[in-house]
């Protein structure tokens, strides 16, 4: 066989299902391969949406993700989905065609240095430059991409190379074992936990990579202890608890700051600090924090853990509970801002206003959802108001990129989503501006059989960055823009689209739409004064005694 066979022999052994990409000449050894192959190969119309398919679909199942694109251009592409995989910790293997070995002392058509582009967006990244290394190359890149925390590679196949004959086979995949915390630290938490009057625990993604909901659900309840969760950590606890204390990391103050003021200690399970700085919820490193986590902490100033639990997330904190004694603790301060947080999400459940409120539009749009069905929120002004507002019963329900937060994530991700679960209902939430960013994908759903609702919030302008400039400068330049009609569009794509022209229309569209076989887009005018208004409440927020 030639050197291709033996990477999709080796890409089948690590139970690739899909390959996300778009041809090219010097990839079509690889794809000729897949012709046979049990991979199913998805044909994007950007290799950037490729990207962000595989990004999605290595979030969803913890398995890497792979997409392909040819040299120079197609690789290019591929930049911002492989960076947003790698600073969201989502596995995924890119794999790019290359020029010839015979060209690279040259200069050539299309030649970039691949490795080198790569190398600040991926974990690891490797050019195949002899046939035989191409099992050692392949498993090592999955091995890095999944391991905690997880993240991009990216392997590099020059042309004449892939056309090599080889003889190999692909390499036996080692079994990750559990790692287990340490008695002293787990014993310094349990200690630190028991004297602590005002504890809040802070979760994040990393706790959803680890499969610790149940645990931690259990852990906080036995402890009575307030949960908080970050954009990436929806669903850990369900938003129905009386302990969960819903959503932070808005960069404005909100009602859970007042929680974090009082805190007496932070326990930060699975929490990843490129989604929310330390800085914003303890700005002098006063207060303690505990970390529990698979890898040890990052170094901050206002992040300087009293103890630090290196292992699998949820024996850490079986193991802790059992240490921990809290009974005769008064309740913890965190517990008295519930019903100022869930007032302020009902204030709207009967909002009549048009266009339509951004917590009218998620209020609605959670009504209709189900527990296990599945929101990939793109980035815009619409994506703090999901955060805020959008709340979860389980995991991975609501997908936010909150690391690199790149826009044109919500179509292909849904592309993913729906592949990876075709029997639950999807909703590709997106601002105007991130639509038309990769709406040509759109077209890779119908023909994949993808069927997913695309709910648009439609300002004409890119919204935050309007919001941002409003809170600094008292003004907005630069942002506003024109739009097609994407009714229209969505039909001349072969879609159903639909136009909200009343508040009172959303939830039977919605309703409507998710029940279609093709995939769907609705326009929804939104009102973004409530923007400005948030900031106005936040600057005035008093904090309950």
Known sequence: MNTAELLVKCLENEGVEYIFGVPGEENMQILECLKTSSIKFITTRHEQGAAFMADVYGRLTGRAGVCLSTLGPGATNLMTGVADANLDGAPLVAITGQVGTDRMHIESHQYLDLVAMFAPVTKWNAQIVRPSITPEIVRKAFKIAQAEKPGAVHIDLPENIASMAVEGYPLKQDKREKVYSAYQSMNEAAIAISKANNPLILVGNGAIRGN????????????????????MGKGMIP???????????????????????????????????????????????????????????????SYIPIAEIIGDISDSLQEILRRSDRTGKPEPYALKLKPDIRNNYEFYAKDDGFPIKPQKIIYDLRQVMGPEDIVISDVGAHKMWMARHYHCETPNTCLISNGFAAMGIAIPGAVAAKLVYPNRKVVAVTGD??????????????????????????????????????????????????????????????????????????????KEALNQDVPVVIDCPVDYNENSRFSQRSGGLCCPI
């Open 433 to 510: 501006g991130g639509f038309m960013m990769n709406n040509q994908e759109l077209e890779t759903a119908l023909r994949v059989g993808t069927p997913f609702v695309t709910l648009v919030f439609n300002d004409g302008g890119y919204g935050l960055i309007e919001w941002k400039q409003n809170d600094q400068f008292g003004e907005s330049c630069f942002v506003k823009f024109g739009n097609p009609d994407f009714v229209k569009f969505a039909e001349s794509m072969g879609l159903k689209g639909y136009r909200v022209e009343a508040t009172t229309d959303l939830v039977p569209i919605l």
């Open 239 to 301: 938003y129905t608890h009386p302990l969960a204390l819903w959503t932070t990391g808005l960069q404005l103050r909100d009602y859970i700051s007042c929680g974090f003021d009082k805190a007496d200690l932070v326990i930060a399970i699975g929490y990843d600090l490129i989604e929310y700085s330390p800085k914003k919820w303890n700005p002098q490193g006063k207060i303690p924090i505990i970390h529990i986590g698979e890898t040890p902490a990052e170094v901050d100033s």
């Open 212 to 231: 610790a909901s149940a645990a931690l659900t259990e852990f906080a309840t036995q402890l009575n202890i307030p949960v908080v969760n970050t954009f």
